[in-house]
């Protein structure tokens, strides 16, 4: 089995843009709009049909079995209007997710957005997370370090700020992929600069903390192949020993892993190679930031398959849990729910 | 010969620090304080002292003849204080590192800070420039992306808010190595997200616009191994092919360098896999961000010519071009100078 742990819902259909235009519309005139829910009037074929010639296809024709699925990153946008914005956008969209799940449930298990708004506290975040684990059966979410969307005007990942949601997070077994959303800073090209910073900066905080100790089950995923992380793994070695930190292995590797959302066979080598197999997720951001062929290769920049399937050192037992053992460990909640399918 | 194209004067005697700190202290009563030049009192005893046991050592046992030398780059802080504060900062730095060069013209040759100020057109940073390039013989300059600190308040560096700095540039005949300072955002630690993040998010920016058109004889060189580039070389030219934008070493491959600052072998041997021969200047950052010994190798991290030593398959001749090749071609008026020299 295959599990893809970074799918986006890229494709939606066109009435969840309309729902999200109305909103940004409202908050013209009054940036203090209180947002309302909206009958996003989409039927299950137009779902259906959103998927079954993207992500479905891409699956069947790559070889993978199930994506681990949420709303698309950049359309987050937790930067745009206020809390009620937030709030409402991110239901509408796990929603959507939730019904992409039921009409596939062998395909896609959901992961949440969280209703973050800059300058509020993230307990605000936690009943969201709960709907979705609980009445969903969402097995995680995707946290935004930078809700201000490319200002990073919040507390870093290691902050008390940040308590209350990882203590839910942990009480639930869920774990997060730390993941920006667009840019609102023309300094940050979004898929090319700001989601890259966003994973390295992230890495980066919890090198400097104890985050771990207070929550050693709290648990990472850091997408795209971790940023610049494992490409300067010996920086990041060498800082940590400079400051007097435990090496890397022991400070964060029981709680921090790396997606192989890398679109070269170069950059997926040097991930194997650096990073050790447990921390490893097989991904693919599919249908994500980079949608073309690659004229060098032939084939698409993004199917990071088989990149994977073309190093002749990895081993069986490193490659399954690449593949899947360590998104089952990783989404606990995903083990159990396989678990008790297998057993049912 | 070895070229290291990026060191800095981080081992500064004390008198340095302690004008630096006068300048916070004047401008902690009024943030508007005019600075002015002070007498550091600085004996050329105590530059060679500050020098002969870190850099000049490290040379010697390392078997590099030449740094390209410019003042701490995260004692830079272009976000401290008002325009005045930057102006006569930058012009005392530079001023030491032009004593360095007279004393030891062998093993040194300058580069400058910019005196750069969140807000102020860059305009203001030719006048010093001018004065290190003729009056010093300097054949670069430092340019921070981020004069706000890691609060990117400013322009891309495609704006033609800079363009009057890279009239200059060319006019002279220098390139610029874009180096942000330090770091008063506390979400980004400075040598581990923030410089990293800087050069990824140069880069990107000069995937989106036509600054090289307007410049083709401008020349940047991307430090820390060019951030996250490398290893998400197959995304930012999936990235550029889906914008529309030519591939990638026609764009920019004339104008954008990468230096050697990465330590680890497997992150030296990708940038050399990955990044043409002629675009990779050696460089350590020595003495920098990394100075402990990796206990995996017991040398030092950012001895990055081992790294480059122990790659087997890179040929002589591109060899010659990392270690001094490029350099003396991207650093136009130091193969100028050499030449001169060679015939005198």
Not at 32 to 54: F, P, T, V
Not at 111 to 127: D, E, F
Request: aromatic residues 10%; glycine residues 10%; contains cysteine.
């Amino acid at each position: 089995m295959i599990i893809d742990c970074h799918g986006h819902y890229t494709t939606a259909p066109k009435q969840l843009e309309d729902y999200r235009n109305r909103q940004i519309d409202e908050l013209k005139d009054d940036p203090a709009h209180a947002a309302s829910a909206w009958e996003l009037g989409i039927s299950d074929d137009q779902i259906r049909e959103s998927l079954e010639n993207a992500q479905l296809r891409i699956q069947r024709e790559r070889g993978t079995d199930l994506t681990i699925f949420s709303p698309r990153a950049i359309g987050m946008g937790h930067h745009i209007g206020n809390e009620s914005t937030s709030k409402y956008w991110s239901q509408t969209c796990n929603e959507l997710i939730h019904r992409v799940c039921g009409l596939y449930p062998k395909n896609f298990v959901g992961v949440c957005q969280l209703p973050q708004t800059p300058g509020v506290r993230p307990t605000n975040c936690i009943a969201e997370l709960e709907r979705c684990v609980n009445e969903f059966g969402f097995i995680g979410c995707n946290l935004n370090p930078d809700p201000s969307g490319g200002h990073w005007s919040g507390p870093p990942l290691t902050d008390k700020w940040w308590y209350p949601l990882y203590e839910k997070m942990v009480e639930l077994d869920v774990p997060a992929m730390i993941h920006v959303s667009g840019s609102c800073n023309p300094n940050f090209h979004a898929t090319g600069a700001h989601y890259i910073n966003g994973d390295t900066t992230a890495f980066m905080q919890l090198i400097t903390a104890d985050l771990f100790k207070d929550f050693p089950a709290l648990k990472f995923i850091i997408p795209h192949g971790g940023g610049a992380v494992p490409y300067h793994w010996g920086r990041y070695r060498g800082l940590a020993q400079d400051m007097g930190r435990p090496p890397l292995k022991e400070l964060l590797l029981n709680n921090v892993f790396f997606d192989t959302c890398v679109y070269h066979q170069p950059g997926i080598e040097l991930l194997l190679k650096v990073i050790p197999a447990d921390n490893i997720l097989f991904a693919s951001e599919v249908v994500g930031a980079v949608r073309g062929i690659d004229p060098e290769t032939g084939h698409y920049f993004d199917d990071t398959k088989r990149y994977i399937d073309s190093i002749d050192w990895l081993s069986a037992a490193d490659r399954e849990k690449i593949f899947h053992g360590n998104a089952r460990r990783v989404y606990g909640r995903f083990g159990a729910r396989n678990a008790k399918a297998a057993g049912a």
